[in-house]
């Protein structure tokens, strides 16, 4: 069973289980599939001589649904950095605590879920050029740089999860440019 949280918050405090933070860059374009079966096209966006191309891995884009653990570590760095503790761009957390945060169930599938939403994320490479001045600069990056899975070898339980930001989306923490929504 699922735990749906029904306390009732203080007005003017606010942590990662009382809502979620999100940053703006990818709101501002669809970077993330709505798909539930592998998305393998690319996106293009144009707009004032500025591009975007968003491209899939072998595993498809990245959901909506793989949006949830990125929504999760902004919130989670953001609550950090709130209360004056130091962050960092690689971040390692409990599979536990992202489910029961998300409200999603703690079983099997959803540990295979967390992982595969992993590999999209880090799969997903986004192709930008930046203008500032007379330079242009055309880059490309992931969603996130990397992760990985820490087990305990007796039965194979995840302990812990650890995914390294990319720059992108570490510098947008960092430079505030996220967004609160209420669960």
């Known amino acids: 069973m699922i735990p749906v949280k029904n ?3 203080d007005f ?3 942590d990662v289980f009382d809502a979620f933070k999100d940053d703006t860059a990818s709101m501002e374009h669809p970077v993330f599939s709505l798909s539930t ?10 707009y004032n001589g500025n591009s975007m191309k968003i491209k899939p891995s072998y595993t498809g884009l990245a959901t909506i649904y793989d949006k949830d653990i990125l929504m999760y ?3 989670s760095l953001m609550n ?4 004056g503790e130091k962050i960092a761009q690689r971040v390692r957390f409990t599979a536990y605590d992202y489910m029961v945060s998300t409200n999603r169930k703690s079983d099997g599938k959803t540990y295979i879920q967390l992982k595969d939403g992993l590999d999209r994320l880090s799969g997903t490479r986004i192709e930008t050029n930046i203008k500032t001045g007379d330079k242009e600069i055309i880059e490309e990056f992931g969603l996130i740089d990397s992760w990985k899975i820490i087990k305990e070898t ?4 995840m302990i812990a999860v ?3 930001l990319s720059d992108w989306f570490y510098n947008s923490i960092l430079s505030n440019a996220v967004l609160s929504g209420c669960k």
């Open 7 to 9: 306390k009732q918050t």
């Open 12 to 14: 003017f405090t606010c």
């Open 37 to 46: 079966k592998p998305d393998h096209r690319m996106l293009v966006y144009e």
């Open 73 to 75: 570590l902004t919130s």
């Open 80 to 83: 950090a950095k709130n209360s």
């Open 154 to 157: 007796k039965d194979g339980k």
């Open 162 to 164: 650890e995914v390294k």
